[in-house]
């Protein structure tokens, strides 16, 4: 295993100092509670906004607070959720008097927390409203699971709720547009090799070089099933066919994101956006907005993943409002 880290149970800790380092400008770090927030937190008369999850994703969570997107995000360890209290700490941190959202992706771990920090919360008087994130069309149940995992779709969704409440949008409006969005979005991926977990020093599984793993998830879990490589178009026919028949896209305008889990160079994933928009344009979809590049990674992993979001006027608006997070920015 070659890292560039000190040691390896100090990696969440020590990345967080980089990042107080890097974005003090826009950020702050509660070294105690692994929580990274808004310099400006809590935002009056705004709904506060938190996600969080395991590490390894960078730059989700934490390279997306800040203006426009969240207020704080929780830091577990790599691949592990954090824990309530964690939770409850960013909670209360950018609480404003109007409540919290919090943006919680489909694993075990992280709902049953978030749940527990939602009840801690509650008991002091703060209101709080949870959606849970379950657009991978790849399984139904898994290691990590009960139901479909919560993958691409949460970036999306993070920027989208984020400006609808930088401009003031209640709690309950929040809700229901976060709502509308988890039932309007699809995704799924693949890997061309495993990621390598630094406390673990080997890859989470290995494939040989004539092979791919269809299905992945964002914890290096293997995926639903292990293929043959092929070529750029016929990888993109892997991933965005499912996607197409899970949910009617057809006539739809949306926003595409094609993302890299890692190791995978830009190139390739414009390689791949390529392909994907010729099945989309196929179908009768139109690409109305576009993501592509590493937003919700898996460590080291080469591979990619494929979602779609269907986007009416208003979702389009709120996608192209003003970002200012150290790794999302833009419209300022």
């Known amino acids: 295993m070659k890292k560039l880290i000190n040691d390896v149970n100090d990696v969440v800790k020590d990345s967080l100092l980089g990042v107080e380092a890097a974005h003090s400008d826009l950020v702050?770090?509660?070294?105690?509670?692994?929580?990274?927030?808004?310099?400006?937190?809590?935002?009056?008369?705004?709904?506060g906004i938190i996600s969080g999850g395991g590490s390894g994703h960078e730059p989700m969570h934490g390279g997306?607070?800040?203006?426009?997107?969240?207020?704080?995000a929780c830091a577990g360890e790599v691949f592990t959720s954090p824990v309530p209290d964690q939770m409850y700490w960013a909670t209360k941190k950018v609480d404003s008097g109007q409540g919290v959202l919090h943006i919680v992706k489909n694993y075990?771990?992280?709902?049953?927390?978030?749940?527990?920090?939602?009840?801690?919360?509650?008991?002091?008087?703060?209101?709080?409203?949870?959606?849970?994130?379950?657009?991978d069309v790849a399984v139904e149940n898994s290691t990590w699971t009960a139901g479909r995992r919560g993958v691409g779709l949460t970036v999306l969704l993070e920027k989208i709720v984020g400006a609808a409440a930088e401009e003031g949008k209640d709690l309950d409006g929040l809700v229901a547009l976060a709502k509308?969005?988890?039932?309007?979005?699809?995704?799924?991926?693949?890997?061309?090799?495993?990621?390598?977990?630094p406390a673990a020093g080997k890859l989470s599984f290995?494939?040989?070089?004539?092979?791919?793993?269809?299905?992945?998830?964002?914890?290096?879990?293997?995926?639903?099933?292990?293929?043959?490589?092929?070529?750029?178009?016929?990888?993109?026919?892997?991933?965005?066919?499912?996607?197409?028949?899970?949910?009617?896209?057809?006539?739809?305008?949306?926003?595409?994101?094609?993302?890299?889990?890692?190791?995978?160079?830009?190139?390739?994933?414009?390689?791949?956006?390529?392909?994907?928009?010729?099945?989309?344009?196929?179908?009768?979809?139109k690409i109305a907005r576009c993501l592509v590049g590493d937003y919700?990674?898996?460590?080291?992993?080469?591979?990619?993943s494929v979602t779609?979001?269907?986007?009416?006027?208003?979702?389009?608006?709120?996608?192209?409002?003003?970002?200012?997070?150290?790794?999302?920015?833009w419209g300022k």
Not at 64 to 72: K, R
Not at 180 to 197: E, P
Not at 249 to 255: D, K, L, N
Not at 319 to 326: G, I, K, L, R, S
């Open 108 to 135: 075990t771990g992280d709902v049953m927390n978030f749940e527990m920090a939602a009840e801690m919360a509650a008991a002091e008087g703060i209101r709080v409203e949870s959606v849970i994130v379950d657009d």
């Open 180 to 197: 509308d969005i988890i039932a309007n979005g699809r995704s799924t991926g693949m890997a061309l090799q495993g990621c390598t977990v």
């Open 206 to 285: 290995e494939l040989a070089d004539s092979e791919i793993e269809v299905g992945i998830g964002i914890h290096g879990e293997p995926g639903r099933e292990r293929r043959g490589i092929g070529t750029a178009a016929e990888i993109a026919a892997m991933l965005t066919n499912p996607i197409l028949e899970d949910l009617d896209f057809a006539g739809s305008e949306v926003i595409l994101f094609v993302n890299g889990m890692g190791a995978t160079p830009l190139i390739e994933l414009y390689v791949m956006y390529g392909e994907v928009a010729k099945i989309l344009g196929a179908a009768g979809v």
């Open 308 to 329: 779609v979001l269907k986007a009416d006027a208003e979702t389009l608006r709120l996608w192209d409002a003003p970002v200012v997070t150290p790794g999302m920015r």
């Open 28 to 47: 702050g770090v509660d070294h105690d509670n692994k929580v990274v927030y808004r310099c400006d937190a809590p935002v009056a008369g705004k709904v």
């Open 64 to 72: 997306f607070v800040g203006e426009g997107m969240l207020d704080a």
């Open 296 to 304: 919700i990674t898996s460590l080291d992993m080469a591979g990619c």
